[in-house]
């Protein structure tokens, strides 16, 4: 039995991002000194800029622990935790805290370690390019791929759905 496709949530608070192949394309350039370099996609900053006009939170949970992810969050203004074992646990402490219901958030991914995220989600989104366990978990699947304006995508989209919700 195939399950039903929800929408965004109509009391949308949180956008929380995976950040390997979702704002990036998955690849890793390693140098000879151990040195990651990832390739993002420099449109993303503006969507997401959009999005905190318009009062979404947003956030980054990503397993990877690696430099990388900071740099980039930091530059995007973006709130991040990084190294996490079990990030669906994580995302549970983290609307406990901030008092805001599953229901109303929109999870970002692209792996099977987001599939938990996921399924907490109120929406759940891959990206195009996800593994086929995540594009199966989703209620949206973009048209674009990771690093390839996916993240942009979707805010245009959320940005879009909250000017409708609110004229």
Known sequence: M?????????DLRLVVFDFDGVMTDNRV???DEGEEFVAC?????LGLEMLRRLGLELLVLSTERNG????RCRKLGLPF????ADKAGRLRAVL????IDASGIVYV???VNDLDCMRLAGCAVAVADAHPDARRVADI???RAGGHGAVRELCDRLAAHLVRRRS
């Open 2 to 10: 195939k399950r039903a496709r929800r929408s965004f949530p109509a």
């Open 29 to 31: 350039w390693v140098n």
């Open 41 to 45: 996609n420099r449109s993303d900053g």
């Open 68 to 71: 990388v992810v900071g740099a």
């Open 81 to 84: 935790e990084q190294g996490l």
């Open 96 to 99: 406990d805290e901030r008092g």
């Open 109 to 111: 991914g692209n792996d």
């Open 141 to 143: 699947v973009l048209t």
